[in-house]
């Protein structure tokens, strides 16, 4: 019993966020709520230049012509009007609310909760606009966060905004307005879906950030060109999986491959390296070694490659030209050194070949062996011959075979040195990633699909798992994860999901990495995890709008 009246002591004289606005500026006051009567810290009050003097046992409180007399429980205004007394706390002096008001000439009181906002003017709202994936809201003054209240239903978001002067802003479609008593309420449809609403108060601006959920099911435009859908399928015999779509308008998107932070032989979680490269979605990509964390095949970046092909897997590749291409290719990468063409075995690799390329990508340091010959490329032109540890910035360190010595027993600083993407089919590769299997293509079953099950080990076509799935359809790209690990279902196998896609009228389709990797990031949460998965990878596929599309690659 005597815990629960310190507990109810303890809540009773708790201190609350409070505010008061002077002018465009609001300062924090720590406010006390006590038998029905608001309390404000006195010295949180100097900032608009209240004055406080503590001598002999009594207290002076001085605003412009105005004085409070304060003793222990008495306070007189001017000497002559008494009000509410005093509230001391550990030795502060907390001002009752009705003083404050009499004391702070030109300044009004508003109670809001537990809040106390006392203010010499209102914010006047002047636009409400609804954009994709967040509401902006333009105003003169100060707004602050005791002024904002947040309700959300399914398909809807309401703010409401007070103390603020009552009038009608400029709305934009979608927004209704419903001013009231020193109140204006906004009410934004926003589409089929439950949000979790983030403020931000900008200058003159609260951005109210429409956010996914966790659970979320439903439709979004997450941004220009970009779609996102999660919903329950069915598929095979009744079964049922949840499935999570990025719709992409490839002439309005960027999409290309990022590297964890680390570099090779790390890993990093799918949220994590979309927030970190200003991307507004993404999906995992290369298969890797769960040992050495390196990722699987090839992958090229804005042309450059930085791992080489495993063995002639299907990839996903966004070409020159902007298009998309998803089938087999077989691509090598030459290295042209003055007249003579190497053909390079690895990028960024811990295996062997004779001739090897590291970018500053390559987490750990570059193996040194005596029997290969070592020198330094950057813009295309020798900058340094001998070993060294590590590529910095745009370096790429050559590592040789002695067997080829011959040829390089000329080379000198300042030669000609570059790496060029070698593909058997007309062309021109920009961005890629290397995944599988292939699925379909032309909206057909590949002929040889038993031949490209046998290709995977560890029963990846056969097994029933979550699964990453690039395809097109009706000119989009699109990116697919199908949930599974989970109490609706295990996931689908190779053949249910050839009969999936194709029931759907898909026209190219392949698998990237799956089961506890396959994931999907859609603004800043996670879709399609697994249980017990990190959701950690050393190779995502970020979608950007192109209007943004500088990622610090």
Same mark, same amino acid.
Not at 154 to 171: D, W
Not at 238 to 250: A, C, H, Q, R, S
């Given at each position: ?162 103390? !603020? =002067? ?6 934009? /479609?979608?927004? +209704? $307005? *419903? #001013?009231?008593?020193? @109140? ?57 999986? !949840? =499935? ?6 490839? /002439?309005?998107? +960027? $999409? *290309? #491959?990022?590297?964890? @932070? ?70 090598? $990468? ?137 395809a097109t359809k009706n000119g989009k790209l699109w990116f ?27 026209e190219d389709a392949m698998c990237v990495d799956g089961g ?21 990878i050393p190779v995502g596929i970020v979608v950007w709008e ?8």
């Amino acid at each position: 019993m005597k815990q629960l009246m310190f507990i109810f002591l303890l809540l009773a004289c708790l201190s609350f966020a409070s505010y008061v606005i002077s002018g465009k500026e609001a300062f924090p006051v720590r406010s006390v709520f006590r038998d029905g009567v608001y309390y404000v810290y006195v010295e949180d009050l100097s900032p608009v230049g209240v004055g406080y003097i503590h001598a002999n046992g009594y207290h002076y409180v001085v605003y412009d012509d105005h004085v409070l007399f304060v003793k222990e429980k008495e306070t007189v205004l001017d000497f002559v009007k008494k009000l509410s007394p005093p509230l001391f706390l550990e030795g502060k002096l907390l001002l009752p609310i009705d003083a404050v008001k009499e004391l702070m000439e030109g300044f009004q009181v508003y109670t809001k909760g537990e809040n106390v906002l006392i203010y010499n003017s209102l914010p006047i709202l002047l636009s409400a606009t609804k954009e994709k994936d967040r509401i902006v809201i333009s105003y003169t003054g100060v707004l602050v966060p005791d002024m904002v209240e947040v309700e959300k239903s399914m398909g809807r978001v309401v703010l409401k905004i007070s103390p !603020v =002067v009552e009038n009608i802003p400029v709305v934009s /479609e979608g927004i +209704e $307005v *419903k #001013p009231g008593k020193n @109140e204006i309420t906004i009410i934004t449809s926003i589409g089929n879906f439950y949000p979790d609403v983030r403020l931000t108060f900008e200058k003159n601006r609260l951005v109210c950030q429409l956010a996914l959920i966790e659970g979320f099911f439903g439709k979004l435009e997450i941004a220009d060109g970009v779609v996102f859908e999660r919903k329950i399928e069915e598929f095979g015999k009744g079964e049922k999986t !949840v =499935v999570n779509y990025l719709i992409m308008d490839p /002439e309005k998107v +960027e $999409v *290309k #491959p990022v590297i964890a @932070e680390k570099g090779f032989g790390s890993l990093e979680k799918l949220d994590d390296m979309v927030k970190r490269v200003g991307g507004v979605a993404g999906i995992n990509g290369n298969y890797f070694d769960p040992v050495t964390k390196f990722p699987i095949g090839l992958v090229v970046i804005d042309g450059k490659p930085y791992s080489t092909m495993f063995s002639g897997r299907p990839i996903f590749a966004i070409t020159e030209e902007g298009d998309v291409f998803i089938g087999r290719v077989l691509v090598d $990468v030459t290295l042209t050194v003055n007249d003579v063409l190497f053909l390079v075995k690895g990028i960024n690799t811990l295996g062997e070949g004779e001739v090897l390329v590291y970018t500053k990508e390559f987490s750990g340091t570059i193996p040194k062996k005596d029997d290969k010959l070592y020198f330094v490329v950057e813009g295309n032109t020798v900058k340094y011959l001998g070993y060294k540890e590590k590529a910095e910035g745009s370096e790429s360190v050559i590592a040789v075979s002695r067997k080829y010595e011959t040829y390089l027993s000329n080379l000198k600083i300042g030669d000609r040195a570059y790496l060029s993407i070698q593909p058997n089919l007309p062309i021109r590769i920009r961005q890629a990633v290397e995944g599988g299997p292939l699925l379909i293509q032309n909206g057909a079953p590949i002929p040889d699909a038993q031949e490209e099950k046998a290709r995977y080990g560890g029963g990846i076509a056969y097994a029933k798992a979550p699964r990453t799935v690039v395809a097109t359809k009706n000119g989009k790209l699109w990116f697919i994860v199908f949930e599974g690990y989970n109490h609706i279902t295990r996931g689908l196998n190779y053949d249910e999901l050839v009969d999936f896609l194709l029931s759907r009228g898909f026209e190219d389709a392949m698998c990237v990495d799956g089961g506890s990797s396959s994931v999907m990031a859609v603004g800043g949460n996670l879709f399609g995890k697994a249980e017990n998965s990190t959701a950690a990878i050393p190779v995502g596929i970020v979608v950007w709008e192109k209007k943004s599309t500088e990622v610090g690659e």
